[in-house]
């Protein structure tokens, strides 16, 4: 494999949001070709795709998915869980015939301001990829506390959980065969 290319999925979609910093920063240790999906997705509603199909949008989402080496994962936690961004983005894909998950290596990682940092939301959306049959890398857990102070002006990611993300982005960038 020449090139590593990796594709992030923030379950934000504030432009500025420590999980899409944390995507970022997975892209930069792993020194892949990376690309941002856009979760911008309407809700799922079953009378939607039955009438329509798959938007647009959503078949876009499981190609790039598909198409990838690997794929980072960074939700931040709400209400003790994964966003709701997220998880339709997660139910929409899982109407696709295509199951671009299958066998695809994939890390997972949080942001919270909260202290846990999204360890609660790390669980629950490992749960959520269970059968998708994707290959989640199983650690170290990266859930990154008082996440608006982890990051510099620049972006980059407090040391103390950049070895972290380092040793993820290694062995998913081995699991994907690079």
Known sequence: MTSFTLLGLSGSLRQGSANRKLLLEAARLSCATYTEADLHLPLYDNDVENAQGLPDAVERLVRQIDEADAVAISTPEYNSGISGVLKNALDWISR????????KPVILTS????RAGGVRALTMLR???VPFRAKVIAGPE???ADCNNQFSEDGRLAPRYET??????????????S
């Open 142 to 144: 990266l859930a990154v």
């Open 111 to 114: 942001a919270a301001a909260g």
């Open 164 to 177: 972290s993300l380092k040793d993820l982005v290694t062995a998913l960038k081995q699991e994907a065969g």
């Open 96 to 103: 696709s015939s295509e199951k671009p998950w299958a066998g």
């Open 127 to 129: 749960s959520c990829m």
